[in-house]
């Protein structure tokens, strides 16, 4: 199976948009936690673990960025379940060698079982995937479907090209003419091209000012927080793999996933509306809740609506008091 049509595609609002950072916390707000590294193939693995309860593992955005942009947004959930978040290797605080042996979409994939099974410690795993980082979640189930079992995809981009043109199209309409002065501005600087954090921060933030319903919220809430390593080496990460999946389309392919699927839309996200319903309608078991006033960062701009969905999904059948 290749992999790269829906990775390099989505990547107009995916590949960069996970590299903002999470609205402003507290130290009140952040929940016990513990972090460490699990070994696969050769490669660090870093991960942190807040909250306790059922298990739910986060796959970051990208490709080419890390988890730093889900914190502290992501903390809610923490309350209830025990949230698990972690680098995709050769990014943040995960190592690896940047080459093509190891940065490989099969590796991305033995990297979340290992997490499930090191870090989690269980049979079956939920997985709440967010924008580009929906692309591995569900090659994931494909591969290991007894391994999953639930999937929430937040934002998500498509797994194809259908959709290429309209989410071009989307995000450049919703770009201010300022905001696209000042990224081919810092683009142009050596700073930016040499991976400067500050600068890579600089210009990731204006290019997504747009994907949100107000943009003064990401004015008001959003910081860029990129690690070093992802700031250095995320292009090249994201090159490295997607050079060999060119063409990647997994349309068909949903329906043989039978695990239950929740899908959060922003209805002011650029993504297409008319995708993520077709996407939700591939699946055997899915549900769409769009959220209004909110972009492509939901959890960020209505956390309350986002997180009643994701609970109320996580504790479906559950018949504990």
């Known amino acids: 199976m290749s992999a790269r049509g829906a990775v ?37 693995i870093w991960y942190q673990s807040m909250g306790s309860g059922t ?13 730093s942009y889900l914190l502290p947004g992501l903390l809610p959930l923490s309350r209830t379940h025990r949230l698990i978040v972690y680098d995709q290797r050769g990014l943040g605080s995960s190592r690896t060698a940047l080459d093509s042996t190891s940065i490989t979409m099969n590796r991305f994939l033995d990297d979340i079982d290992a997490i499930r099974r090191q870090v989690a410690e269980v049979e079956q795993v939920t997985l709440l ?7 591995p979640a569900m090659l994931y189930a494909m591969r290991w479907p007894e391994r999953v ?10 797994p194809g090209q259908r959709f290429a043109e309209a989410t071009t199209a989307a995000q450049e309409a919703r770009r201010s003419p300022v905001d696209v002065a000042l990224v ?9 091209r040499e991976g400067d954090p500050p600068a890579v921060n600089r210009l990731f933030f204006h290019v997504f000012r747009g994907t949100f319903a107000d943009p003064a919220v990401a004015d ?22 997607m050079t060999p999946l060119a063409g990647l389309d997994f349309w068909d392919q949903l329906s043989s996933l039978r695990m239950p699927v929740l899908i959060l839309h922003g209805e002011e996200d650029p993504i297409p509306a008319e995708m993520v319903r077709e996407l939700a309608d591939a699946f055997h078991d899915a549900r769409l809740v769009p959220i209004a ?13 986002t997180f009643a969905s994701i609970r109320e999904f996580l504790t479906e059948g559950d018949q504990s008091p």
């Open 220 to 241: 008001s809430l959003f910081r860029l927080s990129f690690s070093e390593r992802t700031a250095r080496q995320g292009r090249a990460v994201a090159s490295i793999l």
């Open 184 to 192: 081919d501005s810092i683009a142009a600087t050596p700073a930016f």
């Open 129 to 135: 995937a967010h924008s580009w980082g929906v692309i």
């Open 149 to 158: 079992e639930r999937l929430i995809l937040m934002s998500p981009v498509e």
């Open 8 to 44: 390099s595609r989505a990547g107009g609002v995916a590949a960069a948009i996970v590299l903002l950072a999470g609205c402003a916390g507290t130290a009140d707000d952040t929940p016990a936690s513990s972090a460490g590294t699990v070994a696969v193939d050769g490669a660090e």
């Open 55 to 67: 298990p739910v593992v986060a796959v970051h955005g990208g490709p080419g960025l890390d988890h």
């Open 293 to 305: 006033g909110a972009g492509h960062f939901p959890y960020i701009e209505k956390p309350d609506e």
